[in-house]
C-alpha cells in the first residue's frame, strides 16, 4: 500500500546489489511512495550485481561510485543532483564489507590494512558522503540522511569481527555530523540498527543461521525482514519524522531491549525438565 510519502522528494541510493539487498527493498517502496533517486555502487557490484536491473525498473540511472572516494563521490552528486532535478532529500547509506571477515582473520589477529579498509568502507565512507554533501550544499533543508548498523555496535557478537568496531564508529558519525549539519541546515542523520538479514553482507557472518534463528527465539516480534526495514527507512525520509535526529534507531522486533526469552532458553533445557515452566511467553 502506497501513500505519498515522498511525493516529489529526491534522494540517492547505496548499496542495492541484488533483491536480497535491504537498499534494494527501500528502492521499491521509495518508488511506490512517489520518490526519484539515483542508485549507485562500487563498478564491481554494479558489473556482478543487478543493480542496473533495479535502476529498469525505477526509471532511474546507476551511477558508479566508491563510497570511500571522495572524487566518485563529488560526481556522485552532482551528477544526481542533475539527473534528478534540483537538491537532494534524502540518502541511504547501506554499505558494509570487511576484508578480514572475508578472509577469515580472527578478531585477535586482524591485518591492520584490512581493518583500515573496513572502517574506511563500512564507517568513514559516512562521514565521506556527508562531507562531500554539506561543501555542495547538495541537501534540502529537512533532508534526512540514514545509514544501516547492527546491534554488535553496542554489545558483542560472536563471529562479527571487526565490523562491531565499524559500526559503533559509524553510529558515532551520525551523531557528531548530526550536530553540525542539524544546527546549520536542518538535515537530519540516523543510524537504522536492522535485525540479521539474509542478504549477501549478512551471509558474510560466521554461522549466520544461528545467529538468525537467535535473534528470532529472542525477538518479542521476531526479526525484522528486509521488507520492514525498507519500510521504516521510507517513514525516516519522509515529513513525518523531521525532529527525529542524531539517533541510532532499533528495527529488531526488541531484541536490542531481552535479556533471555522462553525461546531461547528452551535451547538450553539440558536435564532439568523439572523446572519446566508453566507458561511460554513466544
Ligand atoms: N544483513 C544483515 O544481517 C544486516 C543487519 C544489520 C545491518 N546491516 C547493514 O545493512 C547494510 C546493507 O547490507 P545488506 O545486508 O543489504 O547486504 P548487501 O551485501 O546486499 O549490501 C552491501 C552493499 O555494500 C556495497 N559496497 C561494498 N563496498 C562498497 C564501496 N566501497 N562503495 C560503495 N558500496 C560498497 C556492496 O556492493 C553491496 O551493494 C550494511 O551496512 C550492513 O552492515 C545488515
Given at each position: 500500500m502506497a ?5 516529489g522528494?529526491?534522494?540517492?541510493i ?6 536480497n539487498s535491504?537498499?534494494?527493498?527501500v528502492a521499491?517502496?521509495a518508488q511506490?511512495?512517489g520518490a ?6 562500487v563498478p564491481?557490484a554494479?558489473?556482478m550485481g543487478?543493480?542496473q ?8 540511472i546507476?551511477i558508479?561510485a566508491d563510497?570511500?572516494?571522495?572524487e566518485?563521490l563529488?560526481a ?5 543532483m ?11 547509506h547501506?554499505?558494509g564489507?570487511?576484508?578480514?571477515v ?11 590494512d584490512f581493518?583500515?579498509k573496513?572502517?574506511d568502507?563500512?564507517?568513514?565512507s559516512?562521514?565521506k558522503?556527508l562531507?562531500v554533501?554539506r ?6 533543508e ?19 569481527n571487526?565490523?562491531a568496531?565499524a559500526?559503533?564508529?559509524l553510529?558515532?558519525?551520525?551523531r557528531?555530523f548530526?550536530y553540525i ?15 540479521p538479514t539474509?542478504?549477501?553482507a549478512?551471509?558474510g557472518?560466521k554461522?549466520f543461521?544461528?545467529l538468525?534463528?537467535f ?5 518479542p ?6 521488507d520492514e ?6 517513514m525516516?525520509?519522509?515529513d513525518?519524522?523531521k525532529?527525529?535526529?542524531?539517533q541510532?534507531?532499533?528495527h529488531d522486533g ?9 525461546s531461547a532458553?528452551?535451547?538450553y ?8 515452566p508453566d507458561?511460554?511467553f513466544?
Open positions: 501513500y505519498n510519502l515522498l511525493k522528494k529526491r534522494g540517492i547505496f548499496g542495492a546489489l541484488n533483491k535491504i537498499a534494494w527493498k521499491e517502496r511506490e511512495e526519484i533517486f539515483t542508485l549507485t555502487n564491481i554494479i558489473r543487478d543493480t536491473t533495479l535502476a529498469n525498473k525505477c526509471n532511474t546507476v558508479p563510497a570511500s572516494n571522495v566518485d563529488e556522485l552528486i552532482v551528477q544526481s542533475e539527473f534528478l532535478g534540483g537538491k537532494i532529500d534524502f540518502i541511504l547501506s554499505i564489507m570487511s576484508p578480514n572475508r578472509k577469515g582473520r580472527h578478531y585477535s589477529d586482524l591485518d591492520y581493518l583500515s573496513t572502517l568502507v563500512s564507517a568513514i559516512f562521514h558522503v562531507q554533501a561543501k555542495l550544499d547538495a541537501i534540502n529537512w533532508g534526512s540522511v540514514l545509514a544501516l548498523t547492527y546491534v554488535a555496535a553496542q554489545r558483542t557478537f560472536y563471529g562479527y571487526d565490523m568496531d559500526k559503533s564508529l553510529e558515532s558519525i551520525a557528531s548530526g549539519y542539524g544546527s546549520e541546515r536542518k538535515v537530519r542523520i540516523n543510524t537504522i540498527s536492522q535485525s539474509p542478504t549477501t549478512g551471509n557472518i554461522m543461521g544461528n538468525l534463528d535473534s528470532e527465539r529472542m525477538s516480534l521476531g526479526n525484522a525482514t528486509a526495514c525498507a519500510d521504516y527507512c521510507i525516516m525520509f519522509s513525518f519524522t525532529k527525529v535526529t542524531m541510532n534507531l532499533f526488541g531484541f536490542s531491549s531481552m535479556g533471555m526469552s522462553f532458553m528452551e535451547q533445557n539440558r536435564g532439568c525438565e523439572d523446572e519446566e507458561h511460554k513466544d
